[in-house]
């Protein structure tokens, strides 16, 4: 059986090394906010290329407390992609705001610069892009309509962890770009743990009061925080894994040349631009008879996902809230099929993954 993906096995490459994180952690004797937290803050700031970084205890709260911390006004529309995952969604409605859906592209999954215009609206403030599977959203004509409409702009990076557009790092095109390290995204913690990073360095200062229920200084309280802290042994797992994200990404960067290589031209495969530099955290191709692709590779062995079977405004959570017509979203939720590609992948698995993709063709 070829897994969508194992954990265990992606973190077996790096066992001995996580295993003496946690152990030194533990016999610290410290396990909330200290130097391992600022060790990681530190590291990842520097590898994104921000000024600051502010880790939290997930990528929804890194959200949430990002559009916080912008002090929009109450009840502000803020532009977001109508195909994202669900969390964009709810961290905007959770900040007090109104989300209001803008198509992506079927080519990439993204935000489409070109139907920005007409979910304007007198009450817009800002714009959260998604950088949906690991690619950058086109942020050079985003950041020049979010200038002209005097737009803020949050980045959800919890697929794109070192994607670059015109290298230039996803997470600094805006004013904050949120992450997640949930165990399966390209930096993955082993548990729930998320981050902040920005070059301003007031708002740096308000997440890390908020993060901590409005307090730095224990005791004095200056916002209406929450309890958000990024823990100790989680900053010292992914202090591990940081150390090899580039590694990592060249190793699913592989895997995705030979898809590009291997797979038939009447499969839909993600556009790529010489400017975009893709890190695959989900490998999303297109067919018609999606389901019945996914059933056939199931039948050979293959396991597959869907990211992702429901769309936003159709999900019952929703009734009320989002509204309207998204016949792009709906499209690449009934076609999107998502390929293995993961650390723990060979070279081999995925030629083989390839070879019954091959075969689905001849048999219909
Ligand atoms: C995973 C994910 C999140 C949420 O991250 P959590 O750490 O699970 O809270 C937000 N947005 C996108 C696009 C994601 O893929």
Redesign the pocket.
Known sequence: MIEYESLARSNQVYMTELENAATSVIRSGWYVLGQEVSHFENEFANYIGAKHCIGVA???DA?ILSIEALDLPKGSDILVASN??I??ILAILRAGHCPVLVEPELETFNMDPMHLAKSLTKKTRAICV?H?FGKSCRMDAIGTFAKEHGLRIIE?C??SHGAKLANQMTGTFGDAGCF?F?PT?NLGAIG?A?AVVTNDDALADRLRHLRNYGSKQKYVNEYVGVNSRLDEMQAALLRVKLRHLDEMTHHKRALAEIYFTHLPDWLHLPRRRADEYDVFHIFGVRHPERDHLKAWLLSENVKTEIHYPIPPYQQKAMQGILSGSWPVADELHQTELSLPISVGHTREDILRVCDVIQQFQRAS
């Open positions: 997930n990528g929804l959200l994202t995952y969390a964009t998604t949906l959800d919890a697929q997640s949930y995204k729930d998320g």
